[in-house]
């Protein structure tokens, strides 16, 4: 069965530091999303992706991120200066139409130091 | 806008005993209404959805939910607990109506499941 995949699996940075989160999202879907999960918190939402846009983000996805879809399978999510409170799971998840559901990926435990 | 409060952080139950996990939802427009599944080191995984029709949806593994619009409800149980049922169990609703298709999750309810 298709599955959206993500690397690293763990990924520890220092503060101040860029980091580049990879997804595969899977190959027939148009949307794309980035959520995030903080210890012990609810899964936000950060953004969408359709088209090769942004179609939403949240407040939470200010300019220290960023997204890209660099080639055809793969999907980024990239933070140019890490704080502490960027520490993390980071879940991308696709689908192939607004209305069906979502696909999520393992996630990304993003550690900042 | 919409929001979800799942009750309880945590909920232990034995093996064969009854598994109620908790959803209150709100929303301005008629919801869809989702529960996922985490296992440990794996990504959420869509047990159930209610989106129109009937108010009792079945999902996956044995669990079932019932949309009770009255009480702002989503609640989902199973008769028989499973040891592999343990994981963390998410719920969330969208707005497709107020063209928001996009889940806003609850914290989250960690089942632990006794032998």
């Known amino acids: 069965e298709p599955e959206v995949t993500q690397t690293p699996s763990h990924q520890v940075t220092q503060m101040g530091q860029e980091v580049i989160l990879r997804c595969v999202p899977i190959?027939?879907?148009?949307?794309f999303y980035w959520y995030r999960q903080i210890l012990g918190q609810k899964v936000e939402f950060l953004v969408s992706?359709?088209?090769?846009?942004?179609?939403?983000k949240s407040e939470i996805f200010d300019d220290q991120f960023s997204v890209e879809r660099p080639d055809g399978s793969n999907f980024t999510l990239k933070i140019r200066s890490t704080k502490l409170e960027d520490s993390a799971m980071y879940f991308c998840a696709s689908r192939r139409d607004r209305s069906n559901e979502q696909y999520f990926g393992p996630g990304t435990r993003l550690t900042v130091t | 806008a919409q929001s979800v409060t799942q009750l309880g952080s945590h909920v232990s139950v034995s093996e064969g005993a009854l598994v109620l996990l908790r959803c209150n939802y709100s929303s301005s427009v008629p919801p869809y209404l989702f529960w996922y599944v985490q296992y440990p080191n794996q990504g959420l995984q869509l047990l159930l959805k209610y989106t129109t029709g009937a108010t009792l949806v079945k999902g996956i593994n044995g669990f079932e939910a019932e949309f009770k619009k009255s009480e702002t409800s989503f609640h989902l149980t199973k008769p028989s607990a499973h040891m592999s049922d343990a994981a963390e169990y998410f719920c969330?609703?969208?707005?497709?109506?107020?063209?928001?298709?996009?889940?806003?999750f609850g914290r989250g309810t960690s089942l632990i499941v006794h032998p």
């Open positions: 969330a609703v969208s707005e497709p109506a107020g063209g928001s298709y996009i889940p806003t």
């Open positions: 992706f359709y088209n090769n846009e942004i179609s939403e």
């Open positions: 190959s027939n879907h148009l949307y």
